[in-house]
């Protein structure tokens, strides 16, 4: 039935032969279409007119079958016009010849001009033009042949036979894009007095940018070859006067200098290839299928909603070599363009190497230092992405991180992507964070080694063909979440608002660029940390291990495993971290099944288990999910040697610790938001009976030590002990050594080897507890927090209230642990004597508000 009341319309009469064709093209052609109802965008009373992108009997076809099934008008019927009467479509190219195909010089201009003309000849009628997208085979699954993937949708004109056989072998999977419909009395109205011819070029052009913007959304950009890439980077002003600079100073002929450039450019291009692309794709299904047993996407609507008219920059989380092909392949499952990839020269391998670069991968080598010309050639290739609207992939952590948490910003990447986009501010830009977690790792054992000394194996083709042994196991499952996406202008804005005035320079760093990156690298992480994964493992992770001997009983972790699952539901860290809904029983059956714990039966009720490299392997999935219970660990750390505490004592320490935790974990509040945070993790204690609030709220208790809500606080404490336990090895390691002794670099050391004999001495099974890049964040932070500098000598020196941080750990950390890290920690000062003097008094406001203030203070001038 029409959906339009036009009396310039009548029915729809197809030909003969346009009918039987259909019949004999339907068997063979399944069509999806986007959106799922199309016809709610039409306006019922206004005559419809579609614009397809192709000229073609089979679009034809594949157009009037879509809108028949979604109950729109057909495009065969029949528009009466000035001059003619035509049909309800018109296309943009004319296809013509047999095989190879080509485009006609005749384009859409009579159909519009005609369409123009009668608005003009009748002012009371109104034509809705509906662009429709037409894709054959965009994405081959894995039972697709060969074949199928040589005749996928792409770029190409092709020609009718081509056309015949992509339909043929690929026609299951066609997608039909419905665009929202445009106005054309609404488009005269808005002209400002176009001649008619004037107009008509302006809709071609405007409906042909269209196309080219949603087929590059669904099957990626036109690029060229990489050698006409590569001439670009080459011929762009700032390589060649680096060509120049290099010849000069080399004293070399210019042709040798742009032979280098040109090598160094041919290094790093990528040489993307969508036939590639796509057998990769079906190939992958099936090895995903052998090592997972599910990939799962959450919140990839907003993403996609939010990715149109932008340079969309992907920067996951990096924890192993599968990240690369998991996010490419899932995006392109979904129907949205790879990304190119900047990956590590070291994955250039044999082989491997030209398979990546194929599937949109460009090398970047671990340090430009000492080579100018292939910072600059690299710089430039990253400005032609962004300039030419390639979507982009990085890791802004420089490295997979070892320990599960997220590591320390590098923001090379960032700086030139931000740069690139200040010469050419054409699209704007926006950075996608992703959270990648996984239930078991690939690399698992290797990290482990690593962090224990172990040098790192270094990537080889050998090496790959040895890690063939890993498709013997099955990983459990992995999510990809996607946080919520940052703009780049919105941050320009407010750091330079004249920075549209920086212009091409090329080598233009205003004052301004590196707070911006700062700022940005933290927001990234920071998102992607909001967009956890709380799958089986984690809470398994954060149970046991926060036990001495890494069991529990099952009754006691039945419980554990409820009350922080409700905790992380009732107090959500962000609306997109997503939780297991697997109840207690479930996830700890799970993790028998995964082999990540093991029951020990017993006459008094079972103990659940999780032995030795298991149990250090564990410490990975706990640090991946740290950051959700921070909160909850440092309320209850307050109770592991107190049984009471004021509600202002709490909220008072917590703002001491916070900007250390926070920089640690990439927490997502400031101050005020971090206590409102602890506000409402105490009243669900309260309302878990687990705290007990006196004296209208204002004093805490907790039961006696044998007591079930006291053995659950101090499960939940333990999660992060080991970093209060950090800070405290740092700072006893300062005051003992005293002011004037120690460089950064020697406290570094001096810490780690505390760390690593604590840890030997009382079995830690977290490797991560001795990891210097920890200690050298946690050190920044003093210096930022202005409690710690550096004197002429580059020795450092502290401020008093560094001493009253170490006497009011008493509040927190156990006698037996304290002693332990001061009878360790190298240092010249007596011991006993440093932890006898008597601490600050927890309800004081002294040292918690001139720690405060201080942290205010160094947050203001970093953002100022």
């Given at each position: 039935?029409?959906?339009?009341?036009?009396?310039?319309?009548?029915?729809?009469?197809?030909?003969?032969?346009?009918?039987?064709?259909?019949?004999?093209?339907?068997?063979?052609?399944?069509?999806?279409?986007?959106?799922?109802?199309?016809?709610?965008?039409?306006?019922?009373?206004?005559?419809?007119?579609?614009?397809?992108?192709?000229?073609?009997?089979?679009?034809?076809?594949?157009?009037?079958?879509?809108?028949?099934?979604?109950?729109?008008?057909?495009?065969?019927?029949?528009?009466?016009?000035?001059?003619?009467?035509?049909?309800?479509?018109?296309?943009?190219?004319?296809?013509?010849?047999?095989?190879?195909?080509?485009?006609?010089?005749?384009?859409?201009?009579?159909?519009?001009?005609?369409?123009?003309?009668?608005?003009?000849?009748?002012?009371?009628?109104?034509?809705?033009?509906?662009?429709?997208?037409?894709?054959?085979?965009?994405?081959?699954?894995?039972?697709?042949?060969?074949?199928?993937?040589?005749?996928?949708?792409?770029?190409?004109?092709?020609?009718?036979?081509?056309?015949?056989?992509?339909?043929?072998?690929?026609?299951?999977?066609?997608?039909?894009?419905?665009?929202?419909?445009?106005?054309?009395?609404?488009?005269?109205g808005e002209s400002h007095g176009l001649t008619p011819e004037r107009l008509t070029r302006k809709i071609a052009r405007v409906l042909r940018t269209h196309f080219r913007r949603i087929r590059a959304a669904v099957i990626g950009p036109d690029l060229s070859h990489k050698r006409t890439v590569v001439d670009s980077v080459l011929n762009a002003e700032p390589v060649r006067a680096a060509i120049a600079a290099t010849a000069a100073r080399e004293n070399i002929p210019l042709t040798k200098?742009?032979?280098?450039?040109?090598?160094?450019?041919?290094?790093?291009?990528?040489?993307?290839?969508?036939?590639?692309?796509?057998?990769?794709?079906?190939?992958?299904?099936?090895?995903?299928?052998?090592?997972?047993?599910?990939?799962?996407?959450?919140?990839?609507?907003?993403?996609?909603?939010?990715?149109?008219?932008?340079?969309?920059?992907?920067?996951?989380?990096?924890?192993?070599?599968?990240?690369?092909?998991?996010?490419?392949?899932?995006?392109?499952?979904?129907?949205?363009?790879?990304?190119?990839?900047?990956?590590?020269?070291?994955?250039?391998?044999?082989?491997?190497?030209?398979?990546?670069?194929?599937?949109?991968?460009?090398?970047?080598?671990?340090?430009?230092?000492?080579?100018?010309?292939?910072?600059?050639?690299?710089?430039?290739?990253?400005?032609?992405?962004?300039?030419?609207?390639?979507?982009?992939?990085?890791?802004?952590?420089?490295?997979?991180?070892?320990?599960?948490?997220?590591?320390?910003?590098?923001?090379?990447?960032?700086?030139?992507?931000?740069?690139?986009?200040?010469?050419?501010?054409?699209?704007?830009?926006?950075?996608?964070?992703?959270?990648?977690?996984?239930?078991?790792?690939?690399?698992?054992?290797?990290?482990?080694?690593?962090?224990?000394?172990?040098?790192?194996?270094?990537?080889?083709?050998?090496?790959?063909?040895?890690?063939?042994?890993?498709?013997?196991?099955?990983?459990?499952?992995?999510?990809?979440?996607?946080?919520?996406?940052?703009?780049?202008?919105?941050?320009?804005?407010?750091?330079?608002?004249?920075?549209?005035?920086?212009?091409?320079?090329?080598?233009?760093?205003?004052?301004?660029?590196?707070?911006?990156?700062?700022?940005?690298?933290?927001?990234?992480?920071?998102?992607?940390?909001?967009?956890?994964?709380?799958?089986?493992?984690?809470?398994?992770?954060?149970?046991?291990?926060?036990?001495?001997?890494?069991?529990?009983?099952?009754?006691?972790?039945?419980?554990?495993?409820?009350?922080?699952?409700?905790?992380?539901?009732?107090?959500?860290?962000?609306?997109?971290?997503?939780?297991?809904?697997?109840?207690?029983?479930?996830?700890?059956?799970?993790?028998?099944?995964?082999?990540?714990?093991?029951?020990?039966?017993?006459?008094?009720?079972?103990?659940?288990?999780?032995?030795?490299?298991?149990?250090?392997?564990?410490?990975?999935?706990?640090?991946?999910?740290?950051?959700?219970?921070?909160?909850?660990?440092?309320?209850?750390?307050?109770?592991?040697?107190?049984?009471?505490?004021?509600?202002?004592?709490?909220?008072?320490?917590?703002?001491?610790?916070?900007?250390?935790?926070?920089?640690?974990?990439?927490?997502?509040?400031?101050?005020?938001?971090?206590?409102?945070?602890?506000?409402?993790?105490?009243d669900f204690f309260v309302r878990r009976g687990i705290l007990e609030s006196n004296g209208e709220g204002r004093l805490l208790e907790r039961g006696p030590g044998q007591d079930d809500g006291a053995y659950q606080l101090r499960v939940i404490a333990r999660s992060m002990l080991q970093a209060f336990e950090r800070y405290y090895i740092a700072i006893a390691a300062l005051v003992k050594n005293g002011p004037h002794t120690l460089t950064a670099a020697e406290l570094e050391n001096a810490c780690t080897l505390t760390a690593q004999r604590l840890s030997l001495l009382n079995e830690l099974s977290a490797p991560e507890f001795f990891d210097k890049a920890l200690f050298r964040g946690f050190i920044q932070k003093l210096r930022e927090a202005r409690i710690v500098w550096t004197d002429d000598d580059g020795k450092l020196d502290f401020d008093a209230v560094l001493e009253d941080m170490v006497r009011d750990a008493?509040?927190?950390?156990?006698?037996?642990?304290?002693?332990?890290?001061?009878?360790?920690?190298?240092?010249?000062?007596?011991?006993?004597?440093?932890?006898?003097?008597?601490?600050?008094?927890?309800?004081?406001?002294?040292?918690?508000?001139?720690?405060?203030?201080?942290?205010?203070?160094?947050?203001?001038?970093?953002?100022?």
């Amino acid at each position: 039935m029409s959906m339009t009341s036009d009396p310039h319309v009548p029915r729809a009469r197809s030909p003969w032969w346009f009918n039987l064709l259909g019949r004999l093209l339907e068997p063979w052609v399944r069509i999806k279409r986007e959106p799922s109802e199309p016809a709610s965008l039409l306006n019922s009373q206004t005559a419809v007119c579609y614009a397809i992108e192709r000229d073609g009997v089979s679009d034809a076809l594949i157009l009037e079958r879509a809108c028949r099934e979604a109950g729109m008008p057909s495009p065969m019927q029949i528009l009466n016009l000035p001059g003619r009467r035509r049909r309800s479509v018109f296309s943009l190219s004319r296809r013509q010849g047999w095989l190879f195909g080509r485009t006609d010089s005749r384009g859409p201009k009579e159909p519009i001009g005609q369409l123009i003309q009668a608005l003009e000849d009748a002012p009371e009628r109104d034509i809705q033009v509906v662009p429709v997208s037409i894709y054959v085979g965009r994405a081959p699954n894995r039972e697709s042949g060969w074949f199928s993937v040589l005749f996928a949708e792409n770029w190409i004109v092709v020609g009718r036979f081509r056309r015949m056989l992509a339909l043929l072998l690929n026609g299951r999977d066609t997608v039909v894009h419905f665009s929202p419909p445009v106005s054309l009395r609404s488009v005269l109205g808005e002209s400002h007095g176009l001649t008619p011819e004037r107009l008509t070029r302006k809709i071609a052009r405007v409906l042909r940018t269209h196309f080219r913007r949603i087929r590059a959304a669904v099957i990626g950009p036109d690029l060229s070859h990489k050698r006409t890439v590569v001439d670009s980077v080459l011929n762009a002003e700032p390589v060649r006067a680096a060509i120049a600079a290099t010849a000069a100073r080399e004293n070399i002929p210019l042709t040798k200098a742009a032979r280098r450039a040109r090598d160094f450019a041919l290094e790093i291009a990528a040489d993307y290839s969508h036939p590639v692309v796509r057998s990769t794709s079906f190939l992958l299904s099936n090895f995903w299928n052998k090592l997972y047993d599910g990939i799962a996407m959450h919140h990839f609507d907003k993403a996609r909603a939010a990715a149109p008219g932008h340079e969309v920059v992907y920067v996951p989380c990096h924890r192993s070599h599968a990240d690369y092909l998991l996010l490419s392949y899932q995006l392109h499952q979904s129907g949205v363009v790879p990304p190119h990839i900047a990956a590590g020269v070291n994955l250039n391998l044999p082989v491997i190497g030209p398979i990546l670069r194929r599937g949109g991968a460009f090398f970047l080598r671990r340090s430009f230092k000492g080579n100018a010309m292939y910072s600059v050639v690299f710089n430039e290739y990253l400005a032609q992405l962004v300039d030419r609207g390639v979507p982009l992939e990085y890791f802004i952590e420089g490295g997979r991180s070892r320990t599960g948490r997220l590591l320390a910003p590098r923001a090379g990447m960032l700086v030139m992507t931000v740069r690139a986009f200040l010469r050419a501010p054409r699209r704007p830009v926006l950075f996608q964070p992703v959270y990648i977690g996984y239930e078991k790792l690939m690399e698992g054992k290797s990290y482990a080694g690593e962090l224990s000394g172990k040098p790192k194996e270094k990537e080889s083709l050998l090496g790959l063909v040895r890690g063939l042994k890993v498709l013997r196991q099955r990983y459990g499952h992995v999510t990809l979440n996607f946080g919520e996406p940052i703009e780049l202008n919105p941050l320009l804005d407010a750091a330079a608002p004249d920075w549209r005035g920086v212009g091409g320079d090329p080598d233009a760093k205003p004052e301004w660029l590196n707070s911006v990156v700062d700022d940005l690298a933290e927001r990234i992480l920071i998102n992607i940390n909001r967009a956890a994964d709380v799958n089986p493992i984690n809470l398994l992770a954060l149970a046991l291990l926060a036990t001495p001997k890494h069991a529990m009983a099952e009754n006691d972790l039945l419980a554990q495993l409820d009350l922080m699952k409700a905790m992380m539901v009732e107090l959500p860290y962000s609306d997109r971290v997503t939780v297991t809904p697997m109840n207690p029983a479930g996830i700890i059956a799970y993790g028998e099944q995964m082999g990540w714990i093991r029951r020990v039966r017993h006459p008094l009720g079972d103990v659940l288990v999780a032995e030795g490299e298991q149990a250090t392997l564990l410490s990975y999935f706990r640090n991946n999910v740290l950051h959700l219970n921070a909160s909850a660990a440092w309320v209850a750390t307050c109770f592991l040697n107190n049984r009471r505490m004021s509600r202002s004592s709490v909220l008072r320490l917590g703002r001491i610790i916070y900007p250390f935790i926070q920089g640690e974990l990439f927490l997502p509040w400031n101050d005020e938001g971090f206590g409102q945070q602890l506000h409402e993790t105490i009243d669900f204690f309260v309302r878990r009976g687990i705290l007990e609030s006196n004296g209208e709220g204002r004093l805490l208790e907790r039961g006696p030590g044998q007591d079930d809500g006291a053995y659950q606080l101090r499960v939940i404490a333990r999660s992060m002990l080991q970093a209060f336990e950090r800070y405290y090895i740092a700072i006893a390691a300062l005051v003992k050594n005293g002011p004037h002794t120690l460089t950064a670099a020697e406290l570094e050391n001096a810490c780690t080897l505390t760390a690593q004999r604590l840890s030997l001495l009382n079995e830690l099974s977290a490797p991560e507890f001795f990891d210097k890049a920890l200690f050298r964040g946690f050190i920044q932070k003093l210096r930022e927090a202005r409690i710690v500098w550096t004197d002429d000598d580059g020795k450092l020196d502290f401020d008093a209230v560094l001493e009253d941080m170490v006497r009011d750990a008493r509040v927190i950390l156990a006698r037996e642990i304290r002693h332990s890290i001061l009878k360790i920690t190298p240092g010249g000062e007596n011991d006993r004597d440093l932890d006898a003097r008597p601490p600050t008094d927890p309800g004081a406001t002294s040292t918690s508000d001139s720690l405060h203030e201080r942290h205010v203070a160094a947050e203001r001038e970093r953002h100022s």
